[in-house]
């Protein structure tokens, strides 16, 4: 961890349960692109210099030990599985721990996202209240950041963005495809260029597995 002044909070399903858009995968290859994109998110953010500590919300045993082996602390909840619940309840728990933190939310699968894009981010967000980072699409968002727990509304999910900009959060101009390209398909995998990939993502790219069950560019999903 670092001095910084801000503590993320990083949601996480079920590895098993995630990335089911990319439909040319099996359950297997989804649960370990998962994996690795959430090794990946995490060690940026603990490499960022504005990042003081990383909390991804899980229940799940394999992403409970997957978040701790890159230095993050794990949240769980006892109110079920819903992901705006599970980062409720882990902002709450960051502020208990350090009070004078900023707070922010980043998704778990920004696969290109660097510690940079992630400082650039958050120094933009300082003069803000409340904040919000959307994504490439410029429907969803990828990032929200905010001053108090109960200032977070229970809006992630397809269309958040037109929602948290409707509550009053304010649109960050920050120019990181990276972090503004959250992992859904393989065609967005594929459109972030291996270059731009964190080691573990890239990794799996490489794979045997991965590799057979790549689909072409122009597929659809």
Same mark, same amino acid.
């Given at each position: 961890?670092?001095? @910084? ?8 399903? $079920? ?19 998962? +994996?690795?994109?959430? /090794? %990946?998110?995490?060690? @940026?953010? #603990? ?13 799940? !045993? ?25 980062? /409720? ?10 009070? %004078? ?20 981010? /958050?120094?933009?967000?300082? =003069? ?6 959307? %994504?490439?699409?410029?429907?969803? #968002? #990828?990032?929200?950041?905010? &001053? ?5 509304? !229970?809006?992630? @999910? !397809? ?17 990181? $495809?990276?972090? +503004?390209? %959250? ?13 731009? /990939?964190?080691?573990? &993502? ?7 597995? =991965? #590799?057979?069950?790549? $689909? ?6």
């Amino acid at each position: 961890m670092t001095n @910084g002044s801000w503590v993320v909070v990083v949601p996480a399903k $079920p590895f098993a349960a995630a990335k089911t858009r990319c439909a040319d995968l099996d359950v297997s290859e989804r649960s370990a692109l998962a +994996r690795a994109m959430l /090794l %990946d998110v995490v060690g @940026g953010l #603990t490499r960022a210099r504005r990042v003081r500590a990383v909390v991804v919300a899980a229940t799940d !045993p394999e992403v409970a030990g997957a978040a701790l082996s890159c230095g993050a602390v794990v949240a769980g909840t006892t109110r079920g599985p819903d992901l705006n619940r599970e980062v /409720l309840d882990a902002l709450t728990v960051a502020r208990e721990a350090l009070p %004078d933190a900023r707070l922010a939310v980043a998704m778990a699968d920004l696969a290109g996202a660097q510690p940079a894009d992630f400082d650039a981010a /958050l120094a933009a967000a300082g =003069s803000h209240s409340r904040a919000i980072v959307s %994504d490439a699409d410029g429907t969803g #968002t #990828t990032m929200v950041t905010l &001053t108090v727990p109960g200032e977070f509304r !229970p809006f992630l @999910g !397809p269309g958040s963005r037109c929602r948290f900009l409707a509550d009053g959060y304010h649109d960050l101009p920050v120019a990181a $495809p990276g972090l +503004r390209r %959250d992992v859904d398909t393989v065609s967005h995998l594929l459109a972030l260029g291996t270059d731009r /990939l964190g080691g573990a &993502t890239r990794s799996w790219c490489g794979s045997p597995a =991965s #590799t057979a069950s790549r $689909p072409r560019r122009s597929a659809e999903y």
